[in-house]
């Protein structure tokens, strides 16, 4: 069972986070809903899995919000967050789960690439009026995190040799359904997925230093410590795939 506080796997934009810890916390456009009580059942039964759907994506977003206080996704907005959960709707290799409470609330989700070569660019051939849209606030507020934002467009997860793996690019639990196995659920239901669609394996990367919960996590699930490495702001990852 999943013991952790909220689980956060740093991969594409999601790596950018660190660095932007001081920036302002945005509440999720204002709502107070219950989405942001969710009652925990206690039992690892009282939730369910569905593939990622444009339904979905409202509440999912408002759970990255509540999950990623202050990093840079979270920083760029609910409009940003919305363009970059619905991509992965809009691409062929683009798999999504999100865990349902029993109420039929999103309380967490997961996304990544299934081949994560040219996903990134070919989502922003599509989309990337969408995308300067939806970031153009938060530029104007920090006018410093553009270049971080252009170097990131074209960040691929620091891509381990060997074959062709699918990314987990995020994934994000509510904290008020932590503790019941939510995030493992997520991660062996995208794992099967790529699997199933004819993966050779997956990786993820996340971050070496006061992460030590999380880096026990992935390890006791099977994933592999495959590297490590810094990023050009110093920051220090490691690298995990899951093989088969």
């Known amino acids: 069972m999943l013991t952790s506080p909220v689980i956060k796997i740093g991969s594409s934009p999601d790596t950018w986070s660190d660095s932007y810890r001081p920036l302002p916390t945005i509440n999720p456009e204002g709502r107070d809903s219950a989405l942001f009580t969710i009652q925990q059942t206690g039992s690892p039964c009282g939730f369910s899995l569905e593939p990622l759907a444009s339904r979905h994506i409202e509440q999912a977003v408002c759970v990255h919000l509540l999950a990623f206080p202050g990093f840079f996704l979270s920083f760029l907005g609910p409009r940003f967050l919305r363009e970059f959960y619905a991509s992965f709707l809009a691409d062929p290799v683009?798999?999504?789960?999100?865990a349902l409470s029993s109420s039929g609330d999103v309380i967490g989700?997961?996304?990544?690439?299934?081949?994560?070569q040219g996903y990134f660019g070919r989502l922003l051939r599509r989309r990337w009026w969408a995308f300067c849209l939806a970031s153009i606030g938060a530029v104007g507020r920090h006018p410093a995190c553009l270049k971080r934002l252009l170097r990131a467009v074209f960040y691929r997860g620091e891509v381990p040799s060997g074959p062709v793996r699918a990314l987990l690019s995020s994934i994000s639990v509510s904290p008020s359904a932590q503790g019941h196995g939510v995030g493992k659920a997520l991660i062996h239901r995208w794992v099967e997925e790529t699997r199933q669609r004819g993966a050779n394996g997956c990786y993820l990367t996340t971050d070496a230093e006061g992460n030590d919960d999380i880096n026990a996590f992935y390890q006791r699930i099977g994933w592999r410590l495959e590297s490590a490495y810094m990023t050009p702001e110093d920051r220090q990852m490691n690298r995990y795939v899951f093989d088969w």
């Open 109 to 116: 989700a997961v996304l990544g690439p299934l081949n994560p």
């Open 94 to 98: 683009g798999i999504g789960f999100v």
